[in-house]
């Protein structure tokens, strides 16, 4: 069996972490596990090939003491720090552009309204909305987890999920 990686020459992915985010350029492949109600956010500068991903856990940072320590935990604070830290490294803001997935509502509690899910994806929608950032793509809610690979260099987003209702359970956005 052939397993990603195992290839000689095959690059290793770059892990994304819970809360974490990671902002790269070129061909790395950035690559988060297990995204139930947590949401992946990519975000690509086509023009620059600078890119970056984030592995969400909750919607609104703004709202939370520890967002600036921990700004990759927060659906609005990790992409205004993607944008910041790729702009830092080359990007043109203007031409950024995103692809989210993830945000399934892996278990029901009609008490509390809306899942985390739901509102991790409400979240990243209109902080992209507020800073002008177009959503391209996206793979989000259901009731699966996904496991996500992210390459800046090409946009590609590889969402691989556990319901296998599509090709093998793999989608490229």
């Known amino acids: 069996m052939k397993t990603y990686g195992t290839e000689p020459g095959a690059p290793t992915p770059v892990q994304v972490g819970i809360s974490e985010l990671v902002v790269s350029d070129g061909d ?28 969400v856990m909750l919607p609104d940072g703004d709202a939370a003491d520890n967002s600036d320590r921990k700004p990759g935990k927060y659906a609005d604070t990790a992409i205004r720090a993607l944008l910041r830290r790729m702009v830092e490294q080359g990007a043109n803001y203007t031409a950024v552009e995103a692809k989210i997935a993830g945000g399934s509502d892996m278990f029901e509690f009609e008490s509390f309204g809306d899942g985390v899910g739901q509102r991790n994806i409400a979240a990243a929608k209109e902080e992209l909305e507020k800073l002008g950032v177009p959503l391209e793509a996206e793979d989000v809610g259901g009731e699966h987890g996904r496991t996500v690979e992210f390459t800046p260099g090409t946009g590609s987003l590889v969402v691989k999920t556990s319901d296998g209702d599509d090709e093998n359970g793999v989608t490229e956005l």
């Open 28 to 55: 790395d492949t950035l690559k988060s596990y297990g995204l139930g109600s947590c949401l992946a956010i990519a975000l690509y500068d086509p023009q620059s090939a600078i890119g970056g991903l984030a592995h």
